[in-house]
């Protein structure tokens, strides 16, 4: 398919969800944009415009999100929706980048596409909520009873995702966003058109998606099957871009979240020894850096990608 001048929105089935997906065009190495849980396509627009002069960039919506259709959850579904968006575009090899859960997907298609050119992700590794091993120098009796508030946090939130919105809850929440956009690399309207990409309305009533079933079934996955394994197969070039600063939201578990740095500081030095198709740098940048530090962020991709093709 040629590349359009402008972007193109449209529908690829895969399987029995169709998908939304972003054309943005461009030249060069096909590249596929993957976000992460809770975001959609929008949340790309800044660095696909970056990106366009060097790649050929398609972003999508994941299922349970944005325009996209729901279905079940697994790693393998998201998998095949990313395989659905390169067959319609005729990329037989497209290298993928994502942010957090999506850096997580891209790592997981590098493992399966060991001749993929590259993966780039961005602050996709582990849930928050994890394995007790995986906080490193923290009090046990403390560790648990962090563990325990987080759990219910995630818990009530999930509950939450199943509620329909009254009208000033959703202004409520747009102004939260519009607030949110100052540090940010986004104008206030760009926050809420990503935030309103993932409202829905049933029998009259809004809704904002991923709804509680994804965000169960997305809990338990990321409970069950630690990326570090994953990324220890990854034959293909992979690029792992960390964050070093904490969002605002995780101040309240300050202590839990520092355990949990180093417990990737610990891993990440394990893998680098292990497996040299890994590269991993820090970002001056706290987990939302795709949209506070997009240029930075967009060069770091092409100069890993640059020859890949």
């Known amino acids: 398919m040629s590349a359009p001048s402008t972007p193109i929105d449209l529908m690829v089935e895969s399987g029995p969800v169709p998908i939304a997906v972003r054309d943005f065009g ?3 190495l096909p590249l596929i944009l993957v976000h992460g849980a809770g975001g959609n396509l929008l949340a790309w ?3 696909a415009e970056r990106l366009t002069p060097h790649h050929r960039v398609v972003a999508l919506d994941l299922r349970c999100h944005g325009r996209s259709g729901d279905g079940p959850w697994s790693w393998a579904d998201a998998l095949t929706d990313i395989a659905a968006v390169a067959d319609h575009f005729g990329f037989d090899n497209p290298a993928v980048a994502g942010h957090s859960l999506g850096g997580s997907i891209a790592t997981w298609w590098g ?3 060991p001749n993929c050119p590259g993966i780039v992700n961005f602050d996709g590794h582990r849930g928050a909520e994890t394995h007790p091993d995986n906080y490193v120098g923290m009090d046990p009796a403390q560790l648990a009873a962090d563990l325990a508030r987080l759990s219910e946090l995630f818990t009530g939130q999930a509950h939450a995702m199943g509620q329909p919105l009254a009208p000033e809850q959703v202004e409520a929440m747009r102004n939260q966003h519009r607030a949110q956009a100052a540090g940010l690399v986004l104008t206030e309207e760009q926050a ?3 935030f309103d990409r993932n409202l829905t309305v049933r029998d009259g009533q809004t809704f904002l998606r991923p709804g ?5 079934a997305l809990r338990a996955s990321l409970l069950e099957d630690d990326l570090f394994p994953v990324l220890h197969e990854v034959r293909c070039p992979i690029l792992v ?3 070093t600063r904490d969002l605002p939201a995780a101040q309240a578990f300050g202590d839990l979240m520092a355990a949990f740095r180093r417990g990737l500081d610990r891993d990440f030095a394990r893998l680098r020894a292990a497996n040299p198709a890994v590269r991993v740098v820090e970002v001056n940048a706290s987990h939302a850096m ?6 930075d962020l967009t060069d770091r991709l092409v ?6 093709g």
């Open 26 to 28: 461009g030249t060069g």
């Open 45 to 47: 627009t800044t660095t």
């Open 111 to 113: 493992r399966e596409h």
């Open 192 to 194: 809420v058109e990503i």
């Open 212 to 216: 509680p079933e994804f965000v169960s």
């Open 241 to 243: 871009c960390l964050a």
């Open 290 to 295: 795709t949209l506070e530090q997009p240029e």
């Open 303 to 308: 100069e890993f990608l640059a020859g890949r």
